[in-house]
Nanobody, 119 residues
Framework: QVQLVESGGGLVQAGGSLRLSCAASGSISHITDMGWYRQAPGKQRELVAVITRGGSTNYADSVKGRFTISRDNAKNMVYLQMNSLKPEDTAVYYC?????????????WGQGTQVTVSS
């Protein structure tokens, strides 16, 4: 199993920046994709950004040009740099990672970290 621990959330004014970090531990040998999702109350959880083990990235249209996802495979960490934050970015942000072994795929989630952007 994989354990994910997130940090970096908080309260920030519109236009400000935050950097989220997520550390993976446990059975990390076969981690493939890592990413960030977010969910606001009453809304569906949505993909924010994802990065493959090889470094390919994909972003939600709403965050392109403002957010940057990166990872450090040696440290088993993934990051989300969030710039030019808007009130609509307010949500609980979840770290996600997937593992694959013998054609079995497992999905793991962090506990979530609150990001609140004031207007």
């Amino acid at each position: 199993q994989v354990q994910l621990v997130e940090s970096g959330g908080g309260l920030v004014q519109a236009g400000g920046s935050l950097r989220l970090s997520c550390a993976a531990s446990g059975s990390i040998s076969h981690i493939t994709d890592m990413g960030w999702y977010r969910q606001a109350p009453g809304k569906q959880r949505e993909l924010v950004a994802v990065i493959t083990r090889g470094g390919s990235t994909n972003y939600a249209d709403s965050v392109k040009g403002r957010f940057t996802i990166s990872r450090d495979n040696a440290k088993n960490m993934v990051y989300l740099q969030m710039n030019s934050l808007k009130p609509e970015d307010t949500a609980v942000y979840y770290c996600n990672t997937k593992t694959m072994r013998w054609a079995l795929v497992f999905d793991y989630w962090g506990q979530g970290t609150q990001v609140t952007v004031s207007s």
